[in-house]
């Protein structure tokens, strides 16, 4: 079958967003541009190190003083836009920096079906992928603001889950959880 390439350059929207209540979340990756929008699934420590990863890249450039001069945007807040359908699950993600352009990168490519796949895969020049087979990709190109709001958002997406275990740090659920520091018993 051949591959679908969702290329968003530049969205109207990227954001990362959940379905569900804390404990049984779904995390999706969005973007959109005019009424073409766009879900990838992908679980919840992708979401914590992409936002860790482009924090740090926008720290970086900020060092090296590429910076935008307009006023950063307000903080988007609004819901996932519906509906939500699945285009696939992310199984890698990528970011890089296009300094012509003066825009940062984010790819999340579908899971592969088998390993040999995932090998050839890495040796793949992502911004030139052009081939017809292989698995399903969302690139998005975003200027240093857009991806300042993502993060911040994904930070607030992801810290808003279930509260940690005061003993262990393992999250608890609404009715408490068997901690491994109280030798078996619940905490709540």
């Not at 979340?25 to 005019?34: H, I, N």
């Not at 009424?35 to 482009?54: H, I, T, Y």
């Not at 825009?103 to 052009?130: H, P």
Request: net charge negative.
């Amino acid at each position: 079958m051949p591959r679908r390439r969702f290329i968003f350059d530049p969205p109207d929207r990227f954001v990362t967003g959940t379905v569900g209540e804390p404990g049984s979340r779904t995390f999706f990756l969005q973007a959109r541009d005019g009424g073409r929008v766009v879900s990838v699934v992908l679980e919840k420590v992708q979401v914590a190190v992409l936002a860790d990863r482009l924090e740090q890249l926008l720290d970086e450039l900020e060092r090296r003083g590429i910076t935008e001069s307009a006023p950063q945007p307000p903080a988007d807040v609004e819901p996932l836009d519906e509906p939500i359908v699945e285009a696939f699950r992310a199984g890698t993600l990528t970011l890089g920096w296009d300094g012509d352009a003066e825009r940062i990168l984010v790819e999340a490519r579908a899971q592969a079906d088998d390993d040999e796949e995932a090998e050839e895969d890495e040796e793949i020049d992502l911004l030139n992928d052009d081939r017809e087979d292989g698995p399903d990709i969302l690139r998005v190109r975003l200027t240093a603001h857009a991806a300042r709001g993502f993060v911040e958002r994904a930070v607030r997406i992801v810290s808003s889950g279930r509260p940690p275990c005061p003993l262990c740090g393992q999250p608890l659920d609404p009715i408490g959880h068997i901690c491994p520091r109280r030798n078996g018993h619940y905490v709540n």
